[in-house]
Protein backbone atom coordinates (compact mmCIF):
# COMPACT_ATOMS: atom_id res chain seq x y z
CA UNK A 1 0.00 0.00 0.00
CA UNK A 2 0.81 3.54 -0.95
CA UNK A 3 1.51 6.05 1.83
CA UNK A 4 2.62 8.86 0.23
CA UNK A 5 0.49 12.01 1.08
CA UNK A 6 -0.77 15.20 -1.29
CA UNK A 7 -3.50 17.35 -2.19
CA UNK A 8 -4.66 14.46 -4.56
CA UNK A 9 -4.53 11.44 -2.08
CA UNK A 10 -8.04 9.50 -2.14
CA UNK A 11 -9.79 10.51 -5.10
CA UNK A 12 -13.09 8.29 -4.99
CA UNK A 13 -15.13 7.72 -7.48
CA UNK A 14 -18.41 5.61 -6.44
CA UNK A 15 -20.13 3.47 -9.81
CA UNK A 16 -23.74 3.36 -8.93
CA UNK A 17 -26.50 2.00 -10.72
CA UNK A 18 -29.26 -0.94 -11.98
CA UNK A 19 -27.32 -4.13 -12.26
CA UNK A 20 -26.77 -5.06 -15.77
CA UNK A 21 -25.67 -1.65 -16.62
CA UNK A 22 -22.15 -2.64 -17.07
CA UNK A 23 -21.18 -1.17 -13.12
CA UNK A 24 -18.38 -3.69 -12.92
CA UNK A 25 -17.09 -3.50 -16.27
CA UNK A 26 -16.59 1.10 -15.71
CA UNK A 27 -15.27 0.31 -12.66
CA UNK A 28 -12.44 -2.36 -13.90
CA UNK A 29 -11.80 -0.19 -16.51
CA UNK A 30 -11.20 3.15 -14.33
CA UNK A 31 -8.66 0.93 -12.61
CA UNK A 32 -6.78 0.08 -15.17
CA UNK A 33 -7.15 3.46 -16.29
CA UNK A 34 -6.06 5.60 -13.12
CA UNK A 35 -3.07 3.57 -11.77
CA UNK A 36 -1.62 6.48 -14.28
CA UNK A 37 -2.13 8.79 -11.43
CA UNK A 38 -0.58 6.00 -8.25
CA UNK A 39 -1.84 3.46 -6.18
CA UNK A 40 -5.55 2.62 -6.48
CA UNK A 41 -8.00 1.22 -4.11
CA UNK A 42 -10.60 -0.83 -5.40
CA UNK A 43 -13.26 -2.18 -3.38
CA UNK A 44 -16.10 -4.39 -4.59
CA UNK A 45 -19.22 -3.20 -2.33
CA UNK A 46 -21.58 -5.34 -4.61
CA UNK A 47 -22.44 -8.48 -2.56
CA UNK A 48 -22.62 -10.11 -5.87
CA UNK A 49 -19.16 -9.65 -6.21
CA UNK A 50 -17.80 -9.49 -9.82
CA UNK A 51 -14.44 -7.24 -9.60
CA UNK A 52 -12.13 -9.55 -9.06
CA UNK A 53 -13.20 -11.46 -11.65
CA UNK A 54 -12.69 -8.54 -13.96
CA UNK A 55 -9.46 -7.31 -12.85
CA UNK A 56 -8.42 -11.04 -12.77
CA UNK A 57 -7.59 -12.02 -9.52
CA UNK A 58 -8.65 -14.20 -6.91
CA UNK A 59 -10.82 -12.86 -4.83
CA UNK A 60 -9.67 -12.47 -1.13
CA UNK A 61 -11.66 -13.22 2.18
CA UNK A 62 -14.41 -10.65 2.06
CA UNK A 63 -15.40 -8.21 4.57
CA UNK A 64 -18.69 -10.46 5.63
CA UNK A 65 -17.12 -13.56 5.81
CA UNK A 66 -14.32 -12.16 8.36
CA UNK A 67 -17.18 -10.66 9.90
CA UNK A 68 -18.77 -14.02 9.99
CA UNK A 69 -15.38 -15.45 11.28
CA UNK A 70 -15.34 -13.29 14.24
CA UNK A 71 -18.51 -13.83 15.68
CA UNK A 72 -17.41 -17.92 16.40
CA UNK A 73 -15.58 -17.37 19.35
CA UNK A 74 -13.20 -20.42 18.70
CA UNK A 75 -11.59 -17.43 15.73
CA UNK A 76 -10.30 -15.22 18.90
CA UNK A 77 -8.05 -17.92 20.72
CA UNK A 78 -5.10 -16.75 19.22
CA UNK A 79 -4.26 -14.20 21.73
CA UNK A 80 -6.54 -11.32 19.91
CA UNK A 81 -9.23 -12.10 22.64
CA UNK A 82 -8.01 -8.96 24.56
CA UNK A 83 -8.57 -6.87 21.64
CA UNK A 84 -11.57 -4.50 21.42
CA UNK A 85 -13.94 -5.95 19.00
CA UNK A 86 -14.29 -3.41 16.05
CA UNK A 87 -10.51 -3.06 16.18
CA UNK A 88 -10.01 -6.48 15.73
CA UNK A 89 -12.83 -6.29 12.95
CA UNK A 90 -10.33 -3.73 10.83
CA UNK A 91 -7.15 -5.10 11.56
CA UNK A 92 -8.72 -8.39 9.95
CA UNK A 93 -9.49 -7.02 6.87
CA UNK A 94 -6.41 -5.07 6.50
CA UNK A 95 -4.71 -8.11 6.47
CA UNK A 96 -7.30 -9.73 4.13
CA UNK A 97 -6.25 -6.49 1.42
CA UNK A 98 -5.33 -8.03 -2.14
CA UNK A 99 -2.66 -6.35 -3.37
CA UNK A 100 -1.31 -6.04 -6.90
CA UNK A 101 0.60 -4.31 -9.31
CA UNK A 102 -0.63 -0.85 -9.23
CA UNK A 103 -3.67 -1.62 -7.01
CA UNK A 104 -5.30 -2.86 -4.20
CA UNK A 105 -8.58 -4.36 -3.82
CA UNK A 106 -11.02 -5.25 -0.58
CA UNK A 107 -14.20 -6.89 -1.48
CA UNK A 108 -17.22 -6.10 0.85
CA UNK A 109 -19.12 -9.78 0.18
CA UNK A 110 -21.75 -10.37 2.33
CA UNK A 111 -22.59 -11.53 5.51
CA UNK A 112 -24.74 -14.56 6.97
CA UNK A 113 -27.12 -13.87 9.77
CA UNK A 114 -29.28 -10.44 11.20
CA UNK A 115 -27.39 -7.01 10.87
CA UNK A 116 -25.11 -8.17 9.61
CA UNK A 117 -24.91 -5.13 6.99
CA UNK A 118 -24.63 -2.90 9.71
CA UNK A 119 -21.10 -3.81 10.40
CA UNK A 120 -20.07 -4.41 6.88
CA UNK A 121 -20.95 -0.99 5.83
CA UNK A 122 -19.49 0.52 9.14
CA UNK A 123 -16.32 -0.75 8.06
CA UNK A 124 -16.84 0.44 4.05
CA UNK A 125 -17.12 4.13 5.80
CA UNK A 126 -14.08 3.62 7.85
CA UNK A 127 -12.26 2.74 4.95
CA UNK A 128 -13.11 5.45 2.71
CA UNK A 129 -12.82 8.01 5.62
CA UNK A 130 -9.25 6.31 6.58
CA UNK A 131 -7.79 4.36 4.40
CA UNK A 132 -8.36 5.92 1.39
CA UNK A 133 -6.13 8.62 2.14
CA UNK A 134 -3.24 5.84 1.68
CA UNK A 135 -4.12 5.88 -1.84
CA UNK A 136 -3.85 8.32 -5.04
CA UNK A 137 -7.44 7.38 -6.29
CA UNK A 138 -10.21 4.75 -4.82
CA UNK A 139 -12.53 3.10 -7.23
CA UNK A 140 -15.76 1.77 -4.99
CA UNK A 141 -17.77 -0.71 -7.40
CA UNK A 142 -21.41 -0.37 -5.63
CA UNK A 143 -24.09 -2.64 -5.30
CA UNK A 144 -27.11 -2.77 -7.77
CA UNK A 145 -29.73 0.12 -7.12
CA UNK A 146 -30.21 2.74 -4.10
CA UNK A 147 -29.43 0.95 -1.22
CA UNK A 148 -25.81 1.91 -0.85
CA UNK A 149 -27.53 5.68 -1.12
CA UNK A 150 -30.29 4.73 1.22
CA UNK A 151 -27.93 3.37 4.00
CA UNK A 152 -25.54 6.21 3.48
CA UNK A 153 -22.47 3.96 2.90
CA UNK A 154 -21.38 5.95 -0.35
CA UNK A 155 -20.69 9.21 1.85
CA UNK A 156 -18.01 12.13 0.86
CA UNK A 157 -16.29 11.23 -2.26
CA UNK A 158 -15.50 13.10 -4.84
CA UNK A 159 -17.66 11.56 -7.94
CA UNK A 160 -20.67 9.41 -8.00
CA UNK A 161 -20.45 8.22 -11.70
CA UNK A 162 -24.29 6.69 -12.36
CA UNK A 163 -24.45 4.13 -15.14
CA UNK A 164 -26.90 3.45 -17.38
CA UNK A 165 -27.51 1.32 -20.60
CA UNK A 166 -29.26 2.71 -23.40
CA UNK A 167 -32.92 3.01 -22.34
CA UNK A 168 -35.70 5.32 -20.86
CA UNK A 169 -35.51 3.19 -18.29
CA UNK A 170 -32.26 3.05 -16.92
CA UNK A 171 -31.92 7.00 -17.61
CA UNK A 172 -35.07 7.35 -15.33
CA UNK A 173 -32.82 5.00 -12.57
CA UNK A 174 -29.82 7.12 -12.83
CA UNK A 175 -32.56 10.16 -12.50
CA UNK A 176 -33.83 8.78 -9.57
CA UNK A 177 -30.41 7.70 -7.78
CA UNK A 178 -29.30 11.53 -8.44
CA UNK A 179 -32.19 13.05 -6.61
CA UNK A 180 -31.57 10.16 -3.68
CA UNK A 181 -28.57 11.42 -3.47
CA UNK A 182 -29.70 15.00 -3.69
CA UNK A 183 -32.20 14.30 -0.90
CA UNK A 184 -30.23 12.59 1.40
CA UNK A 185 -27.18 15.11 1.19
CA UNK A 186 -24.88 12.39 0.58
CA UNK A 187 -21.58 14.76 0.07
CA UNK A 188 -20.64 14.49 -3.66
CA UNK A 189 -18.44 16.80 -5.58
CA UNK A 190 -20.12 16.07 -8.46
CA UNK A 191 -22.86 13.17 -9.86
CA UNK A 192 -21.95 12.39 -13.44
CA UNK A 193 -23.93 10.16 -15.80
CA UNK A 194 -22.23 7.34 -18.26
CA UNK A 195 -24.21 5.84 -20.83
CA UNK A 196 -23.11 2.51 -21.89
CA UNK A 197 -23.70 0.12 -24.59
CA UNK A 198 -24.80 3.26 -27.19
CA UNK A 199 -25.48 2.69 -31.13
CA UNK A 200 -25.15 5.55 -33.59
CA UNK A 201 -28.90 4.95 -33.43
CA UNK A 202 -29.59 5.35 -29.92
CA UNK A 203 -27.22 7.63 -28.40
CA UNK A 204 -29.15 10.73 -30.10
CA UNK A 205 -31.68 9.88 -28.36
CA UNK A 206 -30.05 9.41 -24.74
CA UNK A 207 -28.96 12.23 -25.05
CA UNK A 208 -32.41 13.80 -25.43
CA UNK A 209 -33.62 11.46 -22.26
CA UNK A 210 -30.69 12.74 -20.31
CA UNK A 211 -31.32 16.23 -21.03
CA UNK A 212 -35.14 15.87 -20.27
CA UNK A 213 -34.15 14.55 -17.20
CA UNK A 214 -31.75 17.33 -15.76
CA UNK A 215 -29.08 14.75 -16.09
CA UNK A 216 -25.00 15.82 -16.77
CA UNK A 217 -23.88 13.04 -19.12
CA UNK A 218 -20.04 12.50 -18.79
CA UNK A 219 -20.27 10.47 -21.97
CA UNK A 220 -20.89 7.41 -23.64
CA UNK A 221 -19.36 3.98 -24.11
CA UNK A 222 -20.07 2.07 -27.11
CA UNK A 223 -21.59 -1.52 -27.36
CA UNK A 224 -18.22 -3.47 -28.04
CA UNK A 225 -18.56 -6.55 -29.31
CA UNK A 226 -14.80 -7.06 -28.14
CA UNK A 227 -16.61 -6.49 -24.32
CA UNK A 228 -18.92 -9.26 -24.70
CA UNK A 229 -16.09 -11.73 -26.54
CA UNK A 230 -14.28 -11.26 -23.47
CA UNK A 231 -16.97 -11.53 -21.03
CA UNK A 232 -17.57 -14.86 -22.67
CA UNK A 233 -14.60 -16.31 -22.54
CA UNK A 234 -13.99 -15.35 -18.99
CA UNK A 235 -10.99 -13.49 -19.35
CA UNK A 236 -10.41 -9.87 -17.25
CA UNK A 237 -10.09 -6.44 -18.55
CA UNK A 238 -6.46 -6.32 -19.16
CA UNK A 239 -7.25 -8.64 -22.13
CA UNK A 240 -9.15 -5.61 -23.64
CA UNK A 241 -6.74 -4.19 -26.52
CA UNK A 242 -6.57 -0.44 -26.43
CA UNK A 243 -7.71 0.11 -30.01
CA UNK A 244 -11.60 -1.37 -29.03
CA UNK A 245 -14.10 0.94 -29.53
CA UNK A 246 -14.82 0.82 -25.53
CA UNK A 247 -11.04 1.31 -24.67
CA UNK A 248 -10.98 4.54 -27.02
CA UNK A 249 -14.19 5.83 -25.91
CA UNK A 250 -13.50 5.39 -22.02
CA UNK A 251 -10.14 7.41 -22.45
CA UNK A 252 -12.22 11.09 -23.24
CA UNK A 253 -15.07 10.22 -20.67
CA UNK A 254 -11.85 9.39 -17.91
CA UNK A 255 -10.18 12.48 -19.06
CA UNK A 256 -13.20 14.46 -17.85
CA UNK A 257 -12.68 12.77 -14.79
CA UNK A 258 -9.09 13.82 -14.42
CA UNK A 259 -10.51 17.15 -15.00
CA UNK A 260 -12.63 17.17 -12.16
CA UNK A 261 -9.36 15.97 -10.24
CA UNK A 262 -7.65 18.95 -11.02
CA UNK A 263 -10.72 21.21 -10.16
CA UNK A 264 -10.30 19.68 -6.82
CA UNK A 265 -6.84 20.28 -6.62
CA UNK A 266 -7.38 24.22 -7.37
CA UNK A 267 -9.67 23.69 -4.70
CA UNK A 268 -7.35 22.59 -2.12
CA UNK A 269 -4.58 25.05 -3.03
CA UNK A 270 -7.34 27.86 -2.94
CA UNK A 271 -8.05 26.82 0.67
CA UNK A 272 -4.46 26.05 1.83
CA UNK A 273 -3.39 29.22 1.09
CA UNK A 274 -6.64 31.23 2.59
CA UNK A 275 -5.55 28.86 5.99
CA UNK A 276 -2.05 29.79 5.63
CA UNK A 277 -3.10 33.77 5.11
CA UNK A 278 -4.91 33.23 8.22
CA UNK A 279 -2.17 31.67 10.39
CA UNK A 280 0.32 34.25 8.83
Same mark, same amino acid.
Request: proline content about 4%.
Given at each position: ?33 ? @? ?7 ? +?? =? ?17 ? $??? #? ?8 ? =??? *? ?12 ? #????? $?????? &???? @? ?21 ? @??? !???? &???? *? /?? #? ?9 ? +? ?21 ? !? @????? $? ?16 ? &?????? !??? /????? /? ?28 ? !?? $? ?9 ? #? ?5 VGVRAQAGAAKTG
Open positions: MSSEQGPLRGFTIVVAGKGGTGKTLVSALLVRYL @RRHGAVLAI +DA =DPDSNLPEALGVESPPTVG $QIR #EALLDPRSRG =DGS *AAMPAEKLFEQKVL #EAVSE $QKGFDL &IVMG @RGEGEGCYCAVNHILRSIIDGQA @RNY !ASVV &IDSE *A /GL #EHISRRTARDV +DVMLVVTDASARGVGTARRVCEL !A @RELRV $QFGRTLVLVNKVTDETRA &IMADHA !AAA /GLEVV /GYLPYDPAVAENDSRGLPIWALPEDSPVMR !AC $QDVFRRLDAVR #EERLRR
